[in-house]
DNA sequence: CGAGCGATTGAACGCTCTCAAAGTGAGTGG
DNA sequence: CCACTCACTTTGAGAGCGTTCAATCGCTCG
């Protein structure tokens, strides 16, 4: 469901339309899209790579919301202002559609709205699975639970869900689930030890027991 | 902006319509609306009292996603089933609107659906915000940016912003900070002894220093 | 080959949790 | 009016998980 364009269920000519006013942007890795606090002026669509929303404390502590893939939108606002600073985790091309533009296409395609109402609540369950994890859940069940997110991800959108590609670094996942790098690793280093996993060449990690990174996900 | 019902912004006509197909009820505190995995068939709207929004793990360890209180609204669901139970926590009464009606209705008058996407947005950044906390924040910090919350809603709402009126039980709190109740029962000894805040009649917390609470939930 | 960055490993600390007990207050019934 | 209960809160002591600080490893790139 989060795999799923703002573009699906349109016809054509409400596609024709959205096509007039998007720019395809490509972005390098480790490159920032939009800070905490910009005016929002426009919404952007990933279609390649990875990137990652954030925000932080003013002593510089960080947390990342999300790690948005193709298919996954970025750039709701609250007082036309983001809220969030967006920044790619590797090289990434996006849609970008000018607000001022989206809105009035909102008004005149309702279908379009809904579509991302309906995105916007999807994000918004997701986002409550997140509370659930940063708040109740030990380092290991947070590392097996973001695992078997990327999993299934990756699934929804038709790749094969194992092994699974991990293209962020430790210090994000230490970031997204918080956690602090080493315990990331150690975490890491415990369940291959486990036998549960193995990592592979290219940041990929071949999850050997799925059942039990599924009960340790959840503590069971 | 939380605090705005789904109903405003609309016109007498549209009103009329939502009046139509709303059923106000009235819950004593404690009691369950609905449970996770239930089938979404209502959204609702809380027009008095609080409403607490939380998931469980198989152990029984709960995360609490949200208080709501008047303005509100809940029950946007993902599979056709909620993702989270909803209990409240003082009296409350609320609309509850049958979801085909108000899906129909949605059809109707997109300017409804975009006020139910704007608070979706809403909820989205607050979703987030309390990730940060989640994820990265001390208990004292925790705790200062809970009572930092209630203020700051009840000053939306009209209503004085100090004293705060903080109606849920220690337990609560805790579950809805990721902290255990003794460690919530003792950043409250610690702030009252510190003299930034004070416990009053009534569930009451008068916050004494409004600044050192605002630099406290920041980790200034 | 060396520099530099990220990942891993080690050791010790500390914040929060766990377990336990005492305190508080509202409600009940004698 | 007072004892009693029960649920919630507060406080205490000790333990543990994850952090902090530090060193080493390994890979990539110039």
Redesign the interface.
Known sequence: ?RSLTVCAALDPEELRRLADILQTVRVEANQTLFSEGDGADALYNVTAGTVK?Y?L???G???I?GFLVTGDFLG???NESY??TAETVTTATLCRFPRKKIDAL??EF?KM??R??SM??????A??????L????TAKEKICSFLLMLSQRAARRGHKENPVYVPMSRADIA?Y??LTTETVSRTFTQLKTAGVISLQEGNKVLISDMDAIYDMA???
Not at 120 to 125: K, R
Not at 127 to 132: E, I, K, R, S, Y
Not at 134 to 137: A, C, F, Q, T, V
């Open positions: 469901m929303l925000k404390l003013p002593d502590r960080r947390q919301t709701l606002a609250v809220a969030y909102m008004d309702p709205q809904r991302l109402f916007a609540s999807n994000e918004l369950a986002a409550q699975d997140q509370m659930l940063l708040g109740r859940k970031d689930l918080g959840e503590g069971c």
